[in-house]
């Protein structure tokens, strides 16, 4: 149910007139005289002129009203603007677009507070409306981060700033510290820790992605709630060495086959912007499935079919990938092959369940964690042709 509004402007001069002459013989009764030309009535139509003023204004909102209400919701002193957008509020006042490009150029906030309250002053009833909706606007937008989206939009926001425009993409992984570097356990409390991974277009060495995942944490941090602990990382990639054994058409080099598959799994299974399915690069935590490399091979010219898809090395760490450490252990399921998928050792720190395999024993697919980017790479010596007869329609890992 709305309130009522109360019409309080329900007075003219003339009722005001006439009630304060009808005042006179209670108040005054030896004042008789009550003819315009007296001095004394002269006072009550003054009296009656500025109260019809004021009872006017009662029932509208005055700019100075305005200018107090809009000090409720920014501070007295404007300190709830930040000092770009004092500046933007103070070109508002000034008459200046609301698109006007550049900064203020002042020397301490308080000159910038000395201005406003000037600018106000001036400021007609266009720039002052240009200026009120400008700062209610910025009131209403949401600045706080709450949510899995809300970090992952302000992360991007912030690097993207700090790395002057470029693309970022971002993930937020709740109850996760991905800062120590180990998997989350499970017997582990970890649900005030907010990880957000940051992934810029490009790639950064390890001093300038620090500096960017300072600045995100910078501008994260007075963003969260109490007692969130935020860990702002750069990509982790997991990294796989391929082996693909596969026929050629007729006609065709090895040697530009070669070159030409790599060109395609790099569009393909690439983490950066104009890679992947959407180019938007390859999802976080995404599995591999080895019938999508199958296909991006098939698809590649020159190529008659694949024969094999061999996962050779798999690690975290990209100067680990040629090392025996890398190479895969011994896999126990419904077969293996000596040789190929039977060598001793292995990358444990991975984790378990990282290849998937089919009721048959073939390897499937390759399992990311939530907050892992793929990083697929084939050596060249790696691709290797076969006599044009096909022995099996299946690949094996």
């Not at 300072?214 to 796989?240: G, N």
Request: glycine share 8%.
């Amino acid at each position: 149910m709305s309130i009522p509004t109360l019409d309080l402007d329900d007075r003219s001069f003339d009722d005001l007139v006439r009630e304060g002459l009808a005042l006179l013989p209670t108040v005054a009764p030896q004042w008789t005289n009550h003819n315009p030309s007296d001095p004394g009535v002269t006072i009550i139509e003054l009296l009656a002129y500025f109260t019809e003023i004021l009872v006017y204004r009662i029932g509208r909102i005055s700019p100075a009203s305005k200018v107090q209400f809009l000090k409720l919701l920014t501070g007295s002193n404007w300190e709830g603007l930040a000092q770009d957008k004092r500046s933007r509020f103070l070109r508002l006042l000034a008459g200046a677009r609301e698109d006007a490009s550049g900064e203020l150029e002042t020397a301490e906030p308080a000159d910038v507070k000395r201005a406003i309250e000037y600018a106000l002053v001036k400021a007609g009833p266009d720039e002052l409306s240009q200026a009120i909706e400008y700062i209610v606007h910025d009131v209403t937008q949401n600045e706080c981060a709450v949510t899995a989206a809300d970090f992952e939009r302000f992360a991007a926001t912030a690097a993207s700033r700090y790395l002057e425009s470029a693309r970022v993409r971002t993930l937020c992984i709740p109850g996760v510290d991905l800062e120590t570097g180990r998997p989350p356990s499970r017997t582990s409390d970890n649900r005030a820790h907010v990880s957000i991974v940051v992934a810029p277009e490009r790639e950064l060495t390890p001093h300038q992605a620090a500096k960017v995942n300072e600045t995100v944490k910078k501008d994260l941090l007075p963003r969260c709630l109490l007692t969130t602990r935020i860990h702002v990382v750069a990509p982790i990639y997991l990294y796989l060495a391929i082996r693909i054994a596969l026929a050629l058409k007729p006609g065709h080099l090895m040697e530009h086959v070669s070159r030409r598959i790599r060109d395609n799994l790099t569009g393909a299974f690439g983490d950066g912007f104009g890679q992947g399915r959407q180019d938007n690069g390859w999802p976080f935590g995404r599995p591999l499935h080895v019938s999508e490399v199958v296909g991006a091979i098939d698809a590649t010219p020159g190529v008659d079919f694949v024969d094999d898809i061999t996962i050779l090395q798999m690690t975290t760490e990209s100067q680990n990938l040629d090392s025996t450490e890398a190479a895969l252990g011994i896999q126990i399921d419904r077969h293996s092959t000596i040789g190929v998928d039977t060598l001793l050792g292995g990358p444990g720190s991975l984790g378990p369940g990282r290849l998937q395999r089919n009721d048959e024993g073939k390897l499937v697919s390759i399992v990311l964690r939530p907050w892992e980017l793929l990083r697929l790479q084939v050596a060249e010596g790696n691709i290797v042709p076969i006599a044009k007869k096909k022995t099996s329609g299946g690949n094996n890992g």
